[in-house]
């Protein structure tokens, strides 16, 4: 199988594309844009195996995804803003990328006749649930610009699956973590400043609420549905992991040998969804479990960091991140 694959180079999807070729005979093809978050020297490795190519472009640009995506069997669609703090600032660029470019993607998708089109959501499209954990059915209430325009980007999918018959499948997974995440993330910026001997920011009462999955879990998962997921149905993808935002801090002073001297209390953030929760049994009923443990994958994660400074210390010297 040939795979057109939408913002690889970014931290999902390099981790992806890696897994891709570790444990199949597939081909695929890396299309990104190269924003702020996505990074070539994440994907370097991987872009030296043969079976592997490299476009840069835009999927709002829908010359270069026409010619680009010809002649491949599946799209796997990554790419999109996903900062819900950048979101508040310029909702503009969320929804520009996240629906306009889903649509361009479905759109050429369409033309050339792709056998799949798997398009990669968040749970946060749900918004938030005091209690119990949301089915694929539910209906979609997101409360901030990003998560709005992930759900518009899920809608625009599933409409071509009933008015042009396109093969598409979403899944929505939970919070995610490993390595080559851009440090404007939880665990990353944290990790990191941590390392360096900075203060970390703990928004609100730190009692939010997240499931956390190793990203491999997640790619494992993905791949299935890709294989086996019924067209026009979405798949909920979690690790029933829940800590609350401080237990996390907790968790990552302990693991970098820093203290609680080290948090530092900020306001509260816009539209801050207390918890989130997703049932995973359908993608379960498809035969996919954990195989990560959280503790040890959270460990894994720090130490990655720990020894890959040459990867992250220039995206933090360079870029604006989250105070």
Same mark, same amino acid.
């Given at each position: ?122 749970? =946060?499209?749900? $918004?938030?649930?005091? #209690? ?5 059915? +539910?209906? /979609?209430?997101?409360?901030?610009? &990003? %998560? ?105 002073? =302990?693991?970098? $040998?820093?203290?609680? #001297? ?5 306001? +509260?953030? /816009?539209?801050?969804?207390?918890? &989130? %929760? ?46």
């Amino acid at each position: 199988m040939k795979l057109f694959v939408t913002g690889a180079a970014g931290f999902i999807g390099s981790n992806y594309i890696r897994w891709v070729l570790a444990n199949s005979d597939d081909e695929l093809t890396v299309f990104d844009k190269l924003t702020y978050a996505g990074n070539l020297s994440s994907i370097r490795d991987v872009l030296d195996d043969k079976r592997a190519g490299f476009v840069h472009a835009d999927i709002c640009d829908r010359d270069a995804v026409l010619a680009a995506m010809d002649g491949h069997d599946a799209v796997v669609h990554f790419a999109a803003e996903t900062h819900v703090d950048r979101s508040i600032i310029d909702p503009y660029a969320f929804v520009t990328t996240n629906v306009f470019g889903t649509n361009v993607l479905c759109d050429v998708a369409r033309q050339v006749g792709v056998e799949k089109f798997l398009h990669i959501s968040t749970d =946060e499209v749900y $918004g938030t649930i005091d #209690s119990g954990s949301f089915i694929e059915t +539910d209906i /979609l209430t997101p409360r901030s610009p &990003y %998560s709005a325009a992930k759900a518009g980007s899920d809608l625009i999918a599933l409409s071509y699956v009933t008015t042009y018959g396109l093969p598409v499948v979403v899944t929505r997974c939970s919070n995610n973590f490993g390595p080559f995440q851009f440090p404007e993330k939880v665990i990353p910026l944290f990790t990191t400043n941590l390392l360096d001997g900075h203060k970390v920011p703990l928004y609100g009462d730190g009692g939010n609420v997240r499931d956390w999955i190793h990203v491999e879990d997640h790619n494992r998962a993905a791949h299935l549905v890709l294989q086996h997921g019924t067209i026009g149905e979405v798949y909920n993808i979690g690790a029933h992991r829940e800590r609350t935002n401080r237990e996390l801090t907790y968790l990552l002073l =302990e693991l970098t $040998g820093r203290d609680e #001297s080290f948090i530092r209390p900020v306001e +509260d953030r /816009l539209g801050h969804d207390r918890r &989130y %929760s997703v049932n995973i049994d359908k993608i379960s009923a498809l035969g996919w479990k954990l195989e990560k443990p959280f503790e040890d994958s959270l460990g894994e994660t720090v130490d990655w960091y720990r020894n890959n400074r040459a990867w992250w210390e220039p995206l933090k010297a360079s870029a604006v991140l989250p105070s």
